[in-house]
């Protein structure tokens, strides 16, 4: 039997690393796939839904979507608008995100070899339209 | 819906969002299966006149991360760009027709009503009006990510490690589109207008 060499790519397992630095006040909601879509639309309403108590009272939301999610942070976003009866107002900004994989090898014998990618994300401000 | 086949998308055409456009602006209108190779040429060599100002981005459904990725890659290779960022539905008109034969020889039309969420993004040399939603000053990296230094040292103990080598410089991806696991498109039930029956 011949000594196995380095591992090849091919024997490398890749792990998708979450993305760096995420705000995670109350107000932030971040949108993913994995996720029941009315699970998250209903989060949202809750969390903007007037009184303190409950859960709710947010005075804005800011969605995240990445990648795919940003379809789905978008209707979210534009749902919100519809049943909130004209109340709300939107502001999305589009911005690049820096994701970190890491390659591993299978046996522990090999340092990680990392490789970075970008990827594209939005985010909007769901905010009550100013009284006039 | 199972005997029934797609045989027609239409797209209803609706005015761009945005106030102000000289009618020969340049519209660049993403579709899914567009590349983002010719995109950006096209776009690149409009843009590098100095005759061209502004030039718009759209694109609904699975096109909508392509046409966010298109915009930061233009906002990276020129810098200096001003930026309005408008969400909205698209309303698609899509027939239907049953494979099955109706008794008189006619084939049964269904006409559904979708609507799917779109983007538009208008990209600007010259400053645009600050104060409108979704407007994003040029050269501003990453606004909403980093203003929060509180919540930073928070997590600064659970920083990704074991990055220790990188690569040349990364390409601006566009994975996950082709192998989506879930239909990506997500149109809720009581968005969708399935009675509309044209019996042709």
């Known amino acids: 039997m ?3 060499g380095p591992p090849t790519e091919a024997e490398r397992a890749l792990r998708r690393r ?6 995670r006040r109350r107000s932030d909601v971040y949108v993913n796939m994995k996720t029941d879509f009315k699970a998250q639309l209903s989060r949202c309403q809750k ?25 789905r942070a978008i209707n979210i976003a534009l749902q919100l608008e519809a049943t909130g009866g004209g109340a709300l107002r939107l502001a999305a900004h589009t911005s690049t995100v820096e994701l970190a994989d890491a390659a591993e090898p299978e046996g522990d014998s090999d340092e990680p070899q990392a490789r970075t990618r970008n990827n594209s994300a939005i985010h909007i401000r769901v905010c009550r339209a100013a009284p006039h | 819906m199972e005997n029934f ?17 000289p009618s020969d602006v340049v519209e660049m209108k993403v579709k899914e299966g567009s590349k983002i190779r010719n995109l950006m040429g096209f776009a690149m060599s409009k843009m590098g006149l100095e ?9 609904c459904g699975r096109a909508v991360t392509k046409t966010v990725t298109c915009v930061e890659i233009m906002k990276r290779k020129l810098g200096g760009l001003h930026q309005v960022t ?19 020889g006619h084939r049964e039309h269904l006409t559904v009503h979708k609507n799917v969420p779109s983007i538009c993004i208008l990209l600007s040399k010259d400053p645009l009006d600050p104060n409108q939603m979704g407007y994003q000053p040029p050269d501003h990296p990453e606004d909403l990510w980093v203003d929060e230094t509180d919540t930073l040292e ?35 039930d009581h968005q969708e207008d399935l009675g509309t029956m044209a019996g042709c």
Do not use: M
């Open chain 1, 2 to 4: 011949a000594e196995a």
């Open chain 1, 18 to 23: 979450l993305p760096r630095r995420l705000p």
């Open chain 1, 47 to 71: 969390l903007l839904a007037p009184g303190a108590g409950g859960g709710g009272g947010c005075a804005e939301l800011c969605i995240h979507g990445l990648g795919l999610a940003i379809n």
């Open chain 2, 5 to 21: 086949r797609k045989v027609k998308t239409s797209e209803e055409e609706s005015p761009l969002p945005f106030s102000d456009l």
């Open chain 2, 51 to 59: 005759a061209t100002r502004q030039i718009v981005f759209s694109g």
């Open chain 2, 86 to 104: 408008k969400v909205q539905y698209k309303t698609l008109l899509e027939v239907w027709e049953n494979k099955d034969l109706q008794p008189d």
């Open chain 2, 154 to 188: 928070e997590r600064s103990g659970s920083f990704p490690k074991g990055v220790k080598r990188r690569l040349a410089s990364p390409p601006h991806e566009e994975e996950e589109e082709q192998h989506a696991k879930k239909p990506p498109l997500q149109v809720q």
